[in-house]
């Protein structure tokens, strides 16, 4: 059997998560024989969105696809730089007339790699097309074209909803993975259609955090009710994610494991897993 070797990183959080990024990924892609990289950068700037800048530094720094999320329109220059750039998704499930794309196939060594992005209903803003049927169509469309490993995420609020997606890709696609929520989940499987899933990979950004943000304007806010400003916070930082082995041949996923890394401010050493 002869298999590709996937990395994703949940959502990046800010410079912190960023900076660690750039620097840990070259480093994994050598240490774990890393064939094909993707990240989450729709909270990389700043804590909301992306520009063009982070785009090209993150795919300079080994990343083959960036996906986003909801927050992929808060920074105004990138409307013009999604056109340009086929490895930047944006969700799937957006009108036709959106810039950019929601799913990219790319040639690697091993053979062709697709990757597809929508973003859930529940409890997210702003509701877009049905993304279960737009996965349905997108993976179809894929398979008819040869394309046997196919990674796809989802980037939603609730479990259920990523469960439920994954369920229903089971044996068409490779591996199902959930972001948004930036908390990982231990439900890392391989379901049985072959399809490896995890409920959400968690994200890349500071540990004394919530979701990334300093903790004094979270809760200065739940106390008290009232509009502040969510900084991001400083320290280090945890990146999170998984690994997941795919049987080029077949397109079946043959192991998943979470990623889980602490990178102590100032990048001098890391301590966690792999």
Not at 5 to 10: A, E, S, T, V
Not at 144 to 156: C, L, P, Q, W
Not at 165 to 177: A, K, W
Request: hydrophobic letters at 40%; proline letters at 6%.
């Amino acid at each position: 059997m002869s298999a590709i070797r996937i990395l994703f990183l949940g959502d990046i959080v800010g410079e912190p998560g960023r900076k660690a990024v750039i620097e840990m990924l070259p480093r994994l892609k050598q240490s774990e024989a890393l064939d094909f990289i993707i990240v989450n950068g729709e909270n990389a700037a700043g804590g909301r969105g992306i520009t063009p800048k982070i785009a090209i530094d993150l795919l300079r720094a080994g990343a083959a696809v960036i996906t986003t999320g909801d927050h992929v329109w808060d920074q105004q220059e990138i409307m013009d730089y999604f056109p340009t750039e086929p490895r930047l998704l944006r969700p799937l499930n957006y009108p036709e007339s959106a810039p950019g794309a929601g799913s990219v196939v790319l040639e690697t060594a091993k053979g062709r790699v697709g990757v597809l992005l929508v973003q859930g209903r529940s409890f997210m803003q702003p509701p877009l097309e049905n993304p279960f049927l737009a996965a349905e169509r997108e993976v179809e469309r894929m398979r008819a074209d040869g394309v046997k490993v196919i990674f796809a995420e989802i980037h939603a609020e609730t479990t259920s909803e990523k469960i439920a997606f994954g369920r229903m890709l089971d044996g068409s696609v490779s591996v199902v993975v959930g972001t948004h929520t930036h908390v990982q989940t231990a439900d890392e499987t391989i379901f049985p259609g072959g399809t490896g899933y995890l409920t959400d990979a968690g994200m890349c950004g500071p540990v004394e955090s919530v979701l990334g943000r300093a903790i004094d304007s979270v809760l200065w806010r739940f106390k008290c009710g009232l509009p502040t400003r969510f900084p991001v916070a400083k320290g280090d930082v945890r990146l999170c994610g998984l690994i997941a082995d795919v049987d080029i041949d077949t397109g079946r996923c043959v192991e998943i494991k979470r990623v889980v890394l602490l990178v102590p401010e100032g990048g001098r050493e890391i301590a966690g897993n792999p």
